[in-house]
């Protein structure tokens, strides 16, 4: 998939997706029942496209991905997590604003 666009994974191609990911990774656990997930979604489609190439947007379905959302303790959704090389670097809950989410992002890429 070309830069810029959201991807999506689940357990199956999580470690391709995420882990063994050049760049750094916005993690979007979400479920399709989820209000507040649906309501970030345009901004995270929108940040996709502002950091293509410096970030990679990855939405992950809970419901499908049991596995994975257990491995990273994901009790409340959404939950948004950066990480690195397999490594958390850090954890937002809850829909926050497109403003907020940035600044989020901007404090591991620069």
């Known amino acids: 998939m070309e830069n810029g666009v959201l991807k999506h994974a689940d357990d199956t191609n999580f470690a391709t997706e995420v882990i063994a ?17 649906r309501a970030i979604a345009p901004a995270l489609e929108e940040l996709a496209q502002d ?10 379905n809970v419901d499908d991905s049991r596995a994975t959302a257990t ?3 994901i009790r ?9 090389g397999g490594q958390v670097l850090g954890t937002r809950i809850g829909a ?11 404090e591991f890429v620069k």
């Open 21 to 37: 990911s050049p760049r750094p990774v916005l993690v979007d656990f979400w479920a399709t029942w989820c209000g507040p997930c």
């Open 71 to 73: 491995q990273y303790g």
């Open 76 to 84: 409340s959704i959404p939950t948004l997590l950066i990480m690195r």
């Open 51 to 60: 950091y293509a190439g410096k970030l990679d947007v990855v939405k992950v």
């Open 96 to 106: 926050l604003p497109k403003s907020q989410l940035k600044q989020f992002i901007d």
